[in-house]
């Protein structure tokens, strides 16, 4: 087991650190400052250096994704988790850094990059898987909703988390279409925000009644 974490941090810190090369390849032609934040109508409105860009970002890519692999692994209840879903967080950071870093160099280095639409298709999609398995995750301390009421009741547990994937899974695919619809109209992004966040705080709502309910 502890061989195969290792192998799993070593490829996922391997990957993580890839756009590296692109960075380095092109380092010279990039300038000072690349865009690292847009608004929701996809203007950049915050900048960082391109040190910080090609260098720091994956390496923080990295970081982050041997913390969660630790944490998954030494969770007393991690017997309980989806494997599925083990396998979306250990590879979450690795494929985020893929893709927002040389995303941003392409922007750096002069190419019309659809901010929007990339930023909506990735969180769609992760939405879509994560809400997919969500369900088939046990009380854990690690993994899923951990609430007050879910992490005191397997019964609140099981209950949030079957109507948080049903949730999630709708919120991907509106997610995917509000990034096409944005792209198009070229209109702002207020609407996935607010889905975002309707996603994101319905479970715990919901969980709250059960909690109020007894449950």
Known sequence: MKRKLTTNMLLTSAVSLLPMLLGIAVYSRL??????HWSFSGEVNGYSGKATIVFILPILMAVLSVFVQ????????KANMSSALKAISRWCC??????LVPM???V????DVPISLIVCVIVGFVFIAVGN?????KLNYTMGIRLPWTLSSEENWNRTHRFAGKVWMVAGFLFIICGFA?????????????????????????SFWLYKKGI
């Open 70 to 77: 630790f944490m998954l692994e030494n969770d007393p209840k």
């Open 94 to 99: 690795p494929l985020l850094s893929l893709v």
């Open 133 to 137: 398995y969500l369900p088939k995750s």
């Open 104 to 106: 941003t160099i392409f």
């Open 182 to 206: 944005a792209h198009q109209l070229h209109s702002g992004m207020t609407a996935v925000a607010v889905l975002l966040l309707l996603a994101l705080f319905s479970p715990t709502v919901y």
């Open 31 to 36: 300038p000072e400052q690349l865009p690292s």
């Open 108 to 111: 750096g280095l002069g190419y």
